[in-house]
């Protein structure tokens, strides 16, 4: 994505030096400058030219574009290089997965409404979390969900809500639940007053219009945007999320981190990793950013071929308890003895998995290790992670 190109339209269409542009917070409302509706079409038209681009009608909301902030954000879509994954869509029920309002009438359930469940479920199977945001009540909801013609089931959902809160702080609520940032997430909604509201208050969040009569343009633009999801992943992710929240309510009535951990029986596997594993150690690199100490993502052959190269060793941690099998939740990279990349899942953060996996290198490592540590706004929090193991930084 060219922002010089971008900025240049902007100044055009605002009759404002370019320079001035450089020097305005990212946060002020473009409005404050004089930019208007009919000059949002205007930059349209102009930015679909210059860019070599078309802006889906879902995108063409003011919102969208009111600040420099949600301007590049709404942009950086249509150039996959510069997108951020998304992890998680966040459904409205009434008039998306069925055709009308739960409690007031009968809902329909026809050929266009199984179309679009049968993408979610498929979605739902590659990888991405599916959760519910509703403001209707719980009973109604659950009611048309029990229809025998539903193809998507309550259980697709990570997290279901269904209330007559407002929706930003039902999916602030879905955040704290996944323990995922916003920036992951895709909002789906009929209302364009809903859109709007949680455009507003949560910018990073990419929203998409729903109609039945625009289903084709929807559809592809959801695809569009989970298209870099695993698609061969055999995860079962929604499974996860459940049984991790069954983890933290037992988690609360312990006093020790040990404690905890023998009472749900874990067993924890960390060992060298194998080319069969490679495929999900590249999901883990690409989904995990708050304990991901270098900030590195990795393909599966990336990885095949570093297990080929005499100077690297990989590492995993795999974990079960009583409630099932989470799977790898644990990788570093090392080389020699340097470690270039090390990371946990945010499931089992709080667990101290990640010194399990330390003092495995510690081990196959003798001499003095260094690990590379690149700050991001997400893995500040395990800034002195590698101090406190008694690691030293790596000093390129």
Not at 8 to 30: H, Y
Not at 104 to 133: M, Y
Request: glycine letters at 2%; one cysteine or more; a negative charge.
């Amino acid at each position: 994505m060219n922002r010089e190109v971008i900025l240049q339209c902007l100044s055009e269409i605002l009759e404002t030096d370019r320079k001035e542009l450089d020097k305005l917070d990212v946060k002020i409302p473009l409005e404050d400058i004089g930019f208007t509706s009919l000059k949002f079409i205007t930059f349209i038209v102009q930015i679909e030219e210059a860019l070599k681009i078309e802006v889906l009608d879902s995108d063409l909301l003011f919102e969208k574009f009111s600040t420099l902030e949600n301007l590049f954000e709404t942009l950086s879509k249509y150039f996959p290089e510069e997108r951020k994954l998304k992890k998680v869509l966040i459904l409205d029920a009434d008039n998306v997965l069925w055709n009308g309002i739960s409690g007031e009438e009968t809902i329909v359930i026809d050929d266009d409404v199984l179309s679009f469940q049968n993408l979610l479920t498929a979605l739902h199977d590659r990888g991405v979390l599916l959760c519910l945001c509703s403001k209707n009540k719980n009973n109604f909801i659950e009611d048309s969900f029990a229809s025998p013609k539903m193809v998507l089931k309550k259980e697709h959902f990570a997290v279901f809500v269904a209330n007559q809160k407002d929706k930003v702080s039902n999916i602030k609520f879905i955040s704290e639940e996944l323990k995922l940032s916003a920036d992951s997430f895709v909002f789906v909604d009929d209302s364009d007053y809903e859109l709007g509201y949680v455009s507003a208050s949560l910018p990073e969040i990419e929203c998409i219009k729903f109609s039945y009569t625009t289903l084709e343009c929807c559809a592809q633009a959801i695809s569009d945007i989970f298209s870099c999801v695993q698609k061969n992943s055999d995860i079962n992710r929604t499974k996860l999320y459940h049984e991790q929240k069954e983890r933290e309510k037992d988690k609360k009535i312990f006093l020790s981190v040990d404690e905890y951990n023998n009472s749900l029986n874990t067993h924890i596997v960390c060992k060298e990793a194998n080319s069969e594993e490679c495929l999900r150690l590249s999901e883990l690199s690409i989904r995990t950013h708050q304990f991901n100490l270098s900030n590195r993502e990795y393909t599966k052959e990336e990885l095949e071929n570093l297990l080929c190269d005499s100077n690297y060793k990989i590492f995993s941690l795999s974990a079960q308890d009583k409630y099932g099998d989470m799977g790898i939740v644990g990788m570093a990279v090392v080389n020699r003895n340097v470690i270039e990349s090390f990371m946990l899942s945010c499931r089992v953060l709080g667990r101290d998995f990640e010194k399990i996996l330390i003092n495995k290198i510690k081990e196959a490592s003798p001499a003095q290790i260094f690990g590379v540590y690149v700050p991001t706004d997400k893995n500040c929090s395990y800034s002195d992670f590698y101090k406190d193991n008694g690691v030293k930084l790596y000093d390129k």
